[in-house]
């Protein structure tokens, strides 16, 4: 009868054993569990990140193009040169918007294609 309760008793005592999760186990389990999730925050935080560039170029590329005019029917200049051509359109703009009292001085003209 000893016996058959030693026996008895090593056999629970191994059930329990193999039932049991050994603790490196747990913090090996947890540590995957958090660098999952903090695999899939960094994701978001990435995809949010390039939003916000795209965003930002876009808003950036309003405000460049926010103060551009365009102008049609400006007569053809008879210069060889580009640059004569460019003068010779600078002027006519000039001359126009200030006939037109917007008070516009030549600094204010940036470019003119």
């Given amino acids: 009868m ?5 026996d008895l008793k090593s056999e629970f005592r191994n059930a329990n054993k ?8 747990i913090v090996k ?3 995957e569990n958090s660098l999952t999730v903090s695999q899939s925050q960094i ?3 990435n995809q949010e990140l390039n939003q916000t560039k ?3 170029q876009e808003d950036q ?4 193009r926010r103060n551009n005019t365009i102008i049609y029917r400006i007569p ?3 210069a060889n040169s580009s640059q004569e051509r ?6 006519f703009v000039l001359n126009l918007l200030t006939k037109m009292q917007v008070g516009v001085y030549q600094d204010d003209i940036r470019g003119s294609f």
Avoid: H, Y
């Fill in 2 to 6: 000893n016996s058959a309760l030693g």
């Fill in 18 to 25: 193999s039932d049991q999760p050994n603790f490196s186990d």
């Fill in 29 to 31: 389990q947890e540590i």
């Fill in 43 to 45: 994701q978001e935080m």
């Fill in 54 to 56: 795209l965003n930002l």
């Fill in 61 to 64: 590329e309003k405000e460049a």
């Fill in 76 to 78: 053809e200049s008879d």
């Fill in 86 to 91: 460019k003068v010779t359109d600078n002027r």
